[in-house]
């Protein structure tokens, strides 16, 4: 018995920006920001909010009453960051705040640029660093310093992400992770590595599904069975992508079909080339277009496209259950 | 009205790290068999299926979907999923049986917290505007906290490291627990401070695991098992997502859900703190005295698998009622930045 490689795992990146609307309270307030003017918001008890919020938190009523506070404000708790994470204002060890600005009410979270928590203490008093060229975004307050330190020239914090649109903040995400696929799918992976395809047969329904998948989507039950799959099918059904689009690969007309390999009971999706796109048909037969054996991968893409073998079509009442 | 009862619970380990993928089949197929044949049950007699996880944490859209496989959802079924702790999927569930639209529901969540930097992924539950793109991770946003109860007198970094040093006592009876063991209070406050004001004890551990609990309405549910654990209220409510505008050493939607399910005498309460100095802002709020055994699982300090702990403290409190060592228990779970959002229920041992 051979001992089994662990899953495979890649890391894995992702990255988007969200782009906002801010309304009249919140654009209000980045707009201050982006000419270095701190605005809050007067709520229904007189208390001001900072930053402002859209409704009273007690009553719920509209806020739209601003006032200027100061920029300087007094340190109402803090906790020392050690080991900052990618995107916080500040990459080397820092303290988060709750700070309260003069002539505010309520406390706003920011860091706070000091190199030991020695250095750090409730009440403290700390003032604003601007970032350079503010663009009204919550990262035009590049971070907080105590209030007799001198600015560092330039601000340590990467400028605050700009836009072209009034009213709108973009902030982009990137997240990173250790991406795992499963046990069934690193031998499925591995198995196309080395140019074959592996199913896996449900112990209760006796479906074969490729890619395997740990379970039965069925019955939800393990499955554990494996078989090899042949690489002829049919085309169960298919469109033909006339419309170009941004990192489009291949020159429309083309076809995107599912294919029902011989044997297996679900589909997968891939392309049908070999032919002209009119003419691709459902039931058609196909046979899998391997790329050069040296450019395989442990992946799909090792397959560049199916093309039609020339047998006759498959029935429609052979394959009109998996449609 | 027709009451609802908990009826089965199964959870994984709490494990550091899973070779699993993070849409949790791997991790939720063993224990849904564990819970089915518990209950005698099949997936047949199930009316509700809901579940609790997040996308940001596995680092995929729609991640639940794959999740479903593992339940078999052919024919189709009549299932929901919340992008929240599954004791929410729970509180879903508990309304569905209430509508008489099904009489079981099944819930798990899952949550694979080692795929990326838990307390960096956490920051994204934050407000969008004005705090989300400052990435506060969840640890520091604790800390600041906990700070402001120890500096205010409303509890010592003794008080803090007496939870810990209970909790992981407890978990070693825990055979699920990541972490357990014997630590004085003392030793404990000779660790090195990790996120000044907490230590790596007033920290839950990064966790990857999950959690099934099965319903039934009342009437049905002694059928399946000779003491259910019937749910006598349940409650949720929130905070304010304005960090700044709270007063952090309280615990406001903790007290108002505990007052609105009404607590009465409890025996053991399961509660739902990720931090040390969480849990003495939950007893007070929840207004438990000594009398009451907290956490005797070891809480989410011995094992915190996110979007299915708050899930397993229901779970864990039912089991206590359902094998008789309550007669009737509290379960608290918490979602969100500093304890922002809570929900509260009470089981009793079904007459």
Request: net charge negative; charged share 20%; proline share 8%.
């Amino acid at each position: 018995m051979s001992t089994e490689a662990p899953p495979l795992s890649e890391p894995l990146e992702i990255q988007f920006d969200y782009t906002r609307s801010l309304g009249p309270v919140l654009g209000r307030f980045m707009t201050g920001l982006a000419e270095r003017r701190i605005e809050g918001v007067v709520g229904s008890d007189g208390r001001v909010h900072v930053p402002p919020v859209e409704y009273d938190p007690a009553t719920a009523a509209p806020l739209r009453d601003f006032v200027e506070v100061g920029q300087e404000g007094t340190v109402l708790t803090w906790s020392w960051c050690a080991d900052p994470v990618a995107g916080q204002p500040i990459q080397r060890p820092f303290a988060w705040v709750m700070v309260r600005l003069d002539g505010a009410d309520t406390a706003m979270l920011h860091a706070v640029d000091v190199t030991s928590p020695e250095e750090m203490h409730t009440g403290m008093r700390v003032r604003v660093r601007w970032a350079d060229e503010p663009v009204g975004h919550i990262r035009d307050i590049a971070y907080f310093l105590p209030v007799d330190a001198p600015d560092d020239n330039p601000p340590t914090s990467p400028a605050p992400p700009r836009t072209e649109h009034d009213g709108i903040m973009v902030t982009p995400i990137a997240a990173s992770y250790q991406h795992t696929v499963s046990p069934e799918e690193s031998r499925y992976l591995r198995a196309l590595g080395e140019g074959k395809l592996i199913g896996q047969r449900c112990p209760r329904c006796e479906k074969v599904y490729l890619p395997p998948r740990g379970a039965c989507p069925t019955d939800g039950v393990p499955t554990t069975t494996e078989v090899e799959l042949p690489d002829t099918g049919i085309v169960t059904t298919f469109c033909i992508v006339n419309v170009p689009f941004l990192g489009q690969q291949i020159t429309p007309p083309y076809v995107v079909a599912y294919i029902l390999l011989d044997g297996a009971d679900i589909a997968f999706l891939h392309l049908v080339r070999g032919c002209e796109a009119d003419q691709v048909r459902m039931g058609m037969r196909v046979r899998a277009q391997w790329r050069p054996r040296e450019e395989w991968q442990t992946s799909m893409r090792n397959i560049a496209h199916f093309e039609p073998t020339g047998e006759p079509d498959a029935p429609y009442e052979s394959f009109a259950h998996h449609l | 009205m027709n009451r609802v009862s908990v009826v089965g619970f199964a959870q994984s380990d709490c494990v550091r790290n899973t070779h699993g993928t993070t849409n949790g089949v791997e991790m939720l197929v063993p224990i849904l068999a564990e819970a089915f044949e518990r209950t005698g049950l099949s997936k047949e007699d199930i009316g509700f299926w809901c579940s609790g996880s997040s996308d940001y944490l596995a680092g995929r859209a729609f991640s639940f979907i794959s999740a479903v496989d593992a339940i078999g959802a052919f024919p189709p079924i009549n299932e929901s999923h919340v992008e929240m702790d599954a004791a929410w999927a729970l509180y879903e569930a508990w309304v569905k049986i209430l509508t008489g639209e099904a009489d079981t529901a099944l819930v798990y969540g899952f949550g694979k917290s080692s795929a990326g930097t838990l307390r960096r992924v956490l920051s994204l539950q934050t407000d969008p505007y004005t705090v989300a793109p400052l990435w506060p991770d969840s640890v520091s946003i604790a800390a600041l906290q906990a700070r402001l109860g120890l500096e205010s007198g409303r509890w010592s970094e003794k008080d803090m490291a007496e939870v810990a040093a209970r909790s992981l006592a407890d978990a070693r009876g825990n055979p699920k627990a990541q972490r357990s063991g014997d630590h004085s209070v003392a030793e404990l406050l000779d660790g090195p401070l990790t996120a000044d004001p907490l230590r790596a004890h007033d920290i839950a551990p990064i966790t990857d695991g999950a959690a099934v609990v099965i319903l039934a309405a009342e009437d049905r549910a002694r059928d399946i098992v000779p003491t259910p654990a019937v749910i006598t209220g349940i409650e949720h409510r929130v905070d304010s997502p304005v960090l700044g505008a709270r007063d952090l050493t309280r615990s406001p939607s903790t007290e108002s859900a505990g007052a609105a399910v009404g607590i009465g005498e409890v025996d053991v309460a399961e509660l739902h703190a990720p931090f040390t100095h969480q849990e003495l802002i939950l007893r007070e709020a929840l207004g438990l005295g000594d009398g009451v055994r907290i956490s005797p699982s070891g809480g989410v300090l011995a094992g915190n698998p996110m979007f299915a702990a708050g899930l397993a403290r229901i779970g864990e409190a039912a089991q206590r009622v359902m094998t008789g060592d309550a007669g009737r228990a509290l379960a608290h779970a918490t979602s969100g930045p500093a304890l922002q959002q809570n929900l509260v229920a009470v089981l009793e041992a079904q007459a």
